[in-house]
């Protein structure tokens, strides 16, 4: 009885880890798309749906599913990157070579 | 002003003024004839019909519906709006005197405050003057007051102006130019790449309207909105399309380019409100 | 068993395995060219008839080249992969939004729109 009280236990114990395992990394995976997302705007470089990638990522670590909100965090941060990146290859933007 | 905006600018200015660049008036020529060459058949009065310029399929749906405006009845809630008084008995009029027939003097370069000052920007200050609260930008009553003076103003030609006497005129001009050609959101869409490398094509079923004219209507009765909107609401909307996120309306964004489009429209007759798809 | 009847079991198992792989994988591209037909037409993903005409697609925009003949255009099928991924690199002022460098599309319909596309 007692060895099977042990086992159940530490299933338990091991699935409860394991659930919470992902929350550090989606605590920063939030963070960087955040800081992403603030320096993409800062260059007027902001896509459309990184504000809605990040707060489907809170809802779902709110639900405590952090593999979801791990990936839409990801996600987030790698929108925020490209539209920084954008921003910052259209520097020179002007008139287009089929005009004139 | 953020760090690409002053990078682009001060470049932009310098070579102007060095004569390495193009000048707005340069630009002015430029702009224009890529769409008489684009659409040589088509005036420049027409050109502020936008689509209905180019498709004879289009234009016919649009004269029917012209028969009975569905802007008529906003033009008549902005006609009274514009003479009711304010709580302070004061009136739009004593802020624009020179109102309703008044679309030809904006967009305009404002050296006091520094920034360009848009038709909808001056009436909501001349409420907040005169000790009222500001109307949503968007649509909805303000959208009635632009409607009733846009109609006023109508067969005024556009004539907007970079005052030489102040660099940041051209700042701002440069920074809407800037914005109109630079891609942006998921897509990586500007705005030239369809309303002038693509326009009079479709996409989808819709024809692409050309960039020159699009200053002329404004407000617009947009049968997809189903109500009258603003010309900011639309610059939001083609923003959100292109996946970028829409900037506020009358942010320094939507008003410097606003400057530059409207520019861009000089010698056009201004003919708003108008009905669109 | 001797040696010979069991070399030929072997042969068999093989040609049995190599058909049945070739079978499958001709089947996974089939399912693929329905998946990436799929991506093509709608609007929230590759929405390729908006500029595109395809062959059976209503209502196409005409911005853009018709999708046929597209193994005689592009006998690659890497240099049409390459092509969707980002049309930026062919040409700096194209109209087409760069699906793969953007994320507009997963890798995986990536490689399905680029096996519809292909078979066009």
Request: charged share 25%.
């Amino acid at each position: 009885m007692r060895g099977v009280m042990l086992t159940i236990t530490l299933m338990l114990v091991g699935c409860a880890t394991t659930a919470l395992a992902g929350q550090p990394e989606y605590q920063k995976a939030l963070a960087d798309a955040k800081a992403a997302q603030k320096k993409a705007a800062s260059v007027d470089g902001e896509w459309r749906d990184v504000g809605k990638l990040i707060k489907q990522a809170e809802a779902a670590a709110a639900k405590k599913e952090y593999d979801t909100a791990l990936k839409l965090a990801d996600e987030a941060k790698a929108q925020g990157e490209l539209g920084y990146a954008q921003a910052m290859s259209q520097k020179n933007a002007g008139f287009p070579s089929y005009v004139k | 002003m953020n760090l690409i905006q002053r990078i682009a600018a001060g470049l932009a200015i310098a070579a102007v003024s060095t004569g390495l660049l193009a000048s707005p008036e340069d630009d002015l020529k430029a702009f224009q004839g890529f769409f008489h060459k684009r659409f040589p058949d088509v005036s420049n009065a027409e050109l502020g019909n936008g689509v209905y310029a180019i498709d004879p399929v289009g234009r016919a749906n649009w004269e029917a519906i012209e028969e009975f405006p569905p802007y008529e009845p906003m033009i008549d809630q902005g006609h009274e709006m514009w003479d009711k008084p304010f709580a302070n008995g004061k009136h739009y009029k004593d802020c624009l005197p020179d109102g309703p027939a008044l679309g030809k003097e904006f967009p305009h370069w404002d050296k006091k405050s520094g920034r360009v000052v848009t038709l909808p920007l001056a009436l909501n200050e001349c409420r907040e003057v005169n000790g009222e609260k500001p109307l949503p930008y968007n649509k909805g009553k303000l959208a009635s007051l632009l409607a009733y003076l846009a109609f006023e103003s109508r067969g005024q030609l556009i004539d907007v102006k970079i005052p030489k006497d102040d660099p940041r005129a051209l700042e701002a001009y440069e920074k809407g130019k800037h914005f109109y050609f630079a891609r942006r959101g998921q897509l990586n869409f500007s705005c030239a790449t369809c309303h002038m490398q693509s326009t009079g094509m479709r996409i989808r079923s819709e024809i692409l309207s050309p960039a020159l004219g699009q200053a002329t209507h404004w407000p617009v009765y947009r049968s997809k909105w189903g109500e009258l909107g603003t010309l900011h609401r639309r610059f939001g909307g083609c923003n959100k399309n292109v996946r970028a996120k829409a900037f506020p309306a009358q942010s320094e964004e939507y008003r410097d380019l606003e400057y530059f489009l409207t520019y861009m429209s000089n010698g056009l007759p201004l003919n708003g409100p108008a009905a669109r798809k | 068993m001797r040696d010979e009847h069991r070399g030929r079991r072997a042969a068999r198992s093989l040609a049995l395995l190599a058909g049945l792989a070739v079978g499958l994988s001709a089947a996974a591209a089939d399912s693929n060219i329905e998946k990436g037909r799929a991506i093509a037409l709608e609007r929230s993903k590759g929405n390729c008839i908006a500029c595109h005409m395809i062959p059976g697609g209503d209502s196409p925009g005409n911005i853009a080249p018709p999708l046929v003949g597209m193994k005689a255009r592009f006998p690659d099928r890497a240099a049409l992969k390459a092509q969707i991924f980002d049309a930026t690199v062919r040409n700096p002022e194209t109209s087409m939004p760069p699906f793969g460098r953007n994320r507009i599309l997963t890798p995986k319909e990536l490689d399905e729109v680029v096996d519809f596309v292909w078979s066009l």
